[in-house]
């Protein structure tokens, strides 16, 4: 079997629902602390993150709310399905974000799961919650994106 390059990305999963109900202000990548199962049930994408979220406590960062289902081969040495996982990042990374989530209206969470390389990586954003009229308000200009990007394609059917 051939070897992938390092930085050949595999996406697991993405938390849709951020884009919808988010801001995002700026985005990070931090490394998962993860067992044998946890891994395996990744590669099968088995994952929900819909709701997760990240706790800086104590100078470390800890993702919360992510559900990784079971490995239906690990046997006895099962994994905790809601567990709190550790994420790898730098010491100035947590300080920053430490002090961001501090700020009223500032959250960190995460956006998608991948694999890079043979690592299991998590991308973050820092984010602030979307009001009702900026939900509408974006999904009237992805609308309008929308009915642009029709007229230029039967445009240039047409030719």
Not at 59 to 72: K, P, T, V
Not at 76 to 93: C, D, N, P, T
């Amino acid at each position: 079997m051939a070897k992938l390059p390092k930085d050949h990305v595999v996406v697991i999963a993405t938390n849709r629902k951020a884009t919808h109900d988010f801001e995002i202000h700026e985005k990070f990548e931090a490394g998962l602390v993860l067992v044998g199962s946890e891994v395996k049930s990744l590669r099968a994408a088995k994952v929900t993150m819909a709701d997760g979220w990240v706790e800086i406590r104590k100078h470390q960062a800890f993702l919360h709310g992510i559900q990784i289902n079971e490995y239906s081969q690990a046997n006895r040495w099962q994994h905790e399905v809601a567990r709190i996982r550790k994420l790898l990042l730098h010491k100035r990374e947590i300080a920053k974000l430490g002090t961001k989530t501090l700020i009223k209206g500032y959250t960190l969470i995460p956006l998608q799961l991948y694999f890079k390389g043979a690592r299991v990586k998590a991308e973050l954003a820092l984010v602030t919650h979307k009001k009702q009229h900026d939900k509408r308000e974006s999904s009237k200009k992805a609308d309008a994106q929308r009915e642009i990007d029709r007229a230029m394609l039967s445009s240039r059917k047409g030719k």
